[in-house]
């Protein structure tokens, strides 16, 4: 597809108009001061991604799943919360490292993930995606084993069903797991019960897919969904309703690599936007603030 083509299919898809009337940068999103926003070319070469691949024991590389892991840790990171004395929840973990990394900055973390009995009916266990327990939270070694045993604790949930004895806490995320609800308003729902057990003064970060080619149709139900802008600016004027405070970004970039559409078998490196199903989909992080 040509670059000129996607510029246009992308203006037009991702316009200005914010129906929420909240800020909306204009310049391209970075990590230096993430709001929500998509992922992009340019922050891959700011000095908070190599930081953080870093500090989660990778080597940097151009694709949107380590990206999402950089986003939330940055954004997590810069409101103060990773730190002794605080406390998160993160959602659909299985063996991604950033439980294990926060807790290693002393924060007390909540780790969950789906039964094992439904999780390998949907086949997160056969690709390795879930964890059965807290130990899953820490192959990689980030967190020592004593702080991560004080630290951390686990249990099961339905991320679809959360229990109404979870807690209240100052943090909440989840990497890449709301599209895997069911449907676009089991997303939205996740959403919106998430930024109920934010503490006052505390933050959601969730990552998910942002449908880059229309506004209209979309993979709306099954085992992997596309959220499209106009699902976020719902979930967003629902979430400021209850007085929670969400700033978007809606650029997509305009660097060679952010018009670059990964086809499957999909690359372990350029993979910023891909081709699913017949739309074109990239990661997009979404920052919810619940004010004191």
Request: aromatic residues 10%; hydrophobic residues 35%; contains cysteine.
């Amino acid at each position: 597809m040509q670059i000129s083509r996607l510029k246009s299919m992308f203006a037009q898809t991702i316009s200005p108009v914010d129906v929420t009337r909240l800020p909306a940068p204009s310049s391209t999103p970075t990590l230096t001061d993430p709001v929500s926003q998509s992922c992009t070319a340019s922050q891959f070469h700011e000095e908070a991604y190599a930081y953080w691949c870093e500090q989660i024991g990778e080597e940097p590389r151009n694709h949107r799943k380590q990206w999402e892991f950089c986003y939330i840790a940055q954004a997590l990171s810069l409101a103060g919360v990773l730190t002794p004395g605080r406390s998160g929840l993160g959602f659909g973990v299985g063996t991604e490292p950033l439980g294990a990394l926060f807790a290693a900055r002393g924060a007390k973390i909540v780790g969950t993930d789906l039964e094992p009995e439904q999780a390998r009916t949907d086949g997160w266990i056969d690709t390795h995606q879930h964890s059965s327990g807290k130990e899953g939270m820490n192959e990689r070694g980030i967190c020592p084993a004593h702080r991560f045993d004080r630290n951390v604790s686990f249990r099961f949930v339905d991320m679809n069903h959360i229990p109404q004895d979870i807690g209240e806490f100052d943090f909440c995320w989840s990497a890449c797991a709301f599209e895997h609800l069911g449907s676009i308003r089991n997303g939205h729902d996740f959403i919106i019960n998430t930024a109920k057990l934010l503490k006052p003064g505390g933050i959601g970060v969730h990552t998910t897919e942002l449908n880059c080619s229309s506004n209209n149709e979309t993979l709306s139900s099954g085992s992997t969904v596309i959220f499209r802008k106009r699902d976020f600016q719902a979930m967003i004027a629902d979430l400021t309703r209850m007085g929670l405070k969400v700033t978007v970004n809606w650029d997509l970039g305009d660097q060679p690599l952010d018009y670059h559409i990964d086809l499957p078998p999909y690359s372990h490196d350029n993979h910023l936007k891909m081709q699913l199903d017949r739309w074109v989909s990239t990661s997009f992080g979404l920052v919810i603030r619940r004010p004191f």
